[in-house]
């Protein structure tokens, strides 16, 4: 059983009014601006289910995003969302999609471009209590929370692949909480998705895209290192 | 390593370490989150700057929610305490407005600590906070309560459920309720065993109240349902501070709130198909979500 804190129960700290319906669509936004990893240029987000319902009246839109803008869930600028970003220059769409019923009721997908022209397609859902899941990557089917530390490689589907990542952590001495592989097909494009309960240092990603075939390193960083 | 599954086990540490429910939490988040003493204090006291400025902002700026069902309403309760005619008496009728207050704040986008969720997230504060104008207690006194409360919070969410989907509004402002009733015997001096004891009366009161928000939103009747949530509380407490022993203990009543949430009808679990959601009135009050397809915000 996953370990339950004291600020879990007293938490999270959120601008409302629902949990799932406003911080966890702006944790869900805001996971999917640290791995776009530059400021967007341009979002549309398609929200399925609860989402599609009652999104306004929860403010899920403004959440989501203030959460492209890098804002956390008890960043006080997410009611101006609209206003912020005009003023940054970021185009926004939103669509509703209430024909699709098979995904869990609180489903959004994003498709963000960045300043570079750099794309990310990604699908998130609010499971609760603020909690998320990242379900998909540009159409790779994943499964991740972003609640710890999280490594993300983009490579091939090569042999050695996982050595690799873990022999760039060992040296390092980083101890790997969780590891999944996920992929296309044999031998297309894959991701590796890395937990960590511990801090993970930012230069690992140099190291890891050392290799051929690895085409991007994306690292997440939720909390430091334990500080007595 | 300090850890307790149950009420139990929480009760048997709290007699084998002569320590307060507040302190065995405290030492267990220490362990188990692998942190110290020090930063866990300085977030809980984060908690309680936010709890009171988003219980207290609205009754001197009230602002409309943002599905327009509700605002102002703690500003009124307030008036009438000063105005001299509360009918409660004033520990009461502030529990009460500060628990509407702090729904203002969260249906309005303003900040707020989910307590143990958004839609219950005026309960503790509005009994804690009441009790510390009540008695002239300082900051640092109720940090002692808020450690208390999260962990009969911490019980629920392992051993049962805090999400009104699954469980109805006693899951949520039930287990508010008993978060808090539990804090304020703490607070005043009472027992362990008088603290899980008010937590149990606490759900017990609340016990198969479902989860019917108008339109869905977080909103009308949560808001007045925090108030409840709040008043039990303090009932409960004063029955355990009394002496008042409670037959059900805490685990078993959990239990029950978790297995009666179950076998609540979807259309009383969060879902706006029932209840006041589909009241005459709540339909009327009911705003309509996008339709299908339709491109809202063009760019």
């Known amino acids: 059983m996953a370990f339950i804190s004291i600020f879990d129960v007293l938490g999270p700290n959120m601008v409302g009014p629902s949990s799932s319906h406003t911080a966890g669509a702006c944790s869900i936004a805001l996971l999917a601006h640290k791995i776009l990893d530059e400021p967007a240029r341009e979002v549309n987000f398609t929200l399925y289910g609860s989402f599609a319902q009652t999104y306004k009246g929860h403010g899920t839109d403004r959440a989501l995003l203030a959460g492209i803008m890098g804002c956390d869930t008890d960043d006080t600028r997410i009611p101006h969302a609209y206003e912020m970003a005009k003023a940054q220059d970021l185009k926004w769409q939103f669509l509703c999609d209430e024909t699709e019923t098979e995904l869990h009721p609180n489903t959004v997908d994003i498709h963000l471009t960045g300043i570079s022209g750099k794309i990310i397609d990604l699908r998130g859902e609010s499971i609760g209590g603020g909690k998320i899941r990242i379900v998909r990557i540009n159409g790779i089917e994943v499964d991740f929370s972003g609640e710890d530390n999280t490594l993300i490689v983009v490579h091939r589907d090569r042999v050695g692949m996982a050595a ?43 190291k890891i895209l050392e290799k051929e075939d690895v085409e991007r390193v994306v690292l997440i960083r939720v909390r430091e290192g334990r500080h007595d | 390593m300090i850890d307790f599954k149950n009420g139990t086990e929480l009760l048997r540490l709290c007699q084998e370490k002569h320590l307060p429910i507040s302190e065995i939490m405290k030492a267990r988040e220490c362990d188990l989150a692998e942190t110290t003493e020090r930063e866990v204090i300085t977030k809980m006291k984060k908690v309680l700057e936010i709890m009171k400025s988003s ?13 327009g069902l509700i605002g102002g309403e703690a500003q009124l309760v307030s008036q009438h305490l000063l105005a001299g005619k509360s009918l409660c008496g004033s520990l009461l009728s502030r529990a009460i407005s500060y628990a509407l207050a702090v729904l203002e704040s969260n249906s309005s986008m303003g900040l707020i600590v989910a307590a143990p969720t958004a839609g219950s997230s005026g309960v503790v504060p509005g009994v804690l906070l009441s009790l510390q104008e009540e008695y002239g207690l300082s900051d640092d006194a109720l940090l002692p309560a808020l450690f208390n409360a999260s962990a009969v919070g911490y019980l629920a969410m392992r051993n049962a459920t805090v999400a009104g989907a699954v469980g109805g509004c006693q899951a949520e402002v039930g287990v508010a309720s008993a978060m808090a009733a539990s804090a304020a015997v703490e607070l005043m001096g009472g027992s362990p065993t008088q603290c899980l004891d008010s937590a149990s009366t606490a759900l017990m009161n609340l016990l198969g109240l479902i989860c019917d928000p108008v339109g869905g939103l977080v909103e009308c009747p949560c808001q007045l349902r925090n108030t409840v949530g709040a008043a039990n509380a303090l009932t409960a407490a004063e029955l355990a501070l009394s002496g008042v022993r409670q037959l059900i203990p805490f685990d078993e009543m959990l239990d029950t709130m978790h297995s009666v949430g ?12 029932g209840g006041c959601a589909t009241t005459p009135s709540g339909c009327a009050a009911c705003l309509t979500g996008c ?6 915000y063009q760019i």
């Not at chain 2, 179950?262 to 198909?273: G, L, N, Q, S, Y």
């Open chain 1, 164 to 206: 690799h990542i873990t022999s760039c952590l060992s040296q390092r001495n980083v101890n790997i909480a969780y590891m999944k592989l996920f992929r296309e097909n044999k031998g297309d494009r894959a991701y590796s998705i890395l937990e960590f309960d511990n801090d993970v240092p930012e230069d690992i990603k140099d």
């Open chain 2, 291 to 296: 339709s299908t397809g339709k491109n809202l």
């Open chain 2, 55 to 67: 219980a207290k902002t609205p009754i001197a700026q009230p602002r409309p929610s943002m599905g």
């Open chain 2, 262 to 273: 179950r076998r609540m009808a979807p259309e009383f679990r969060e879902t706006a198909r």
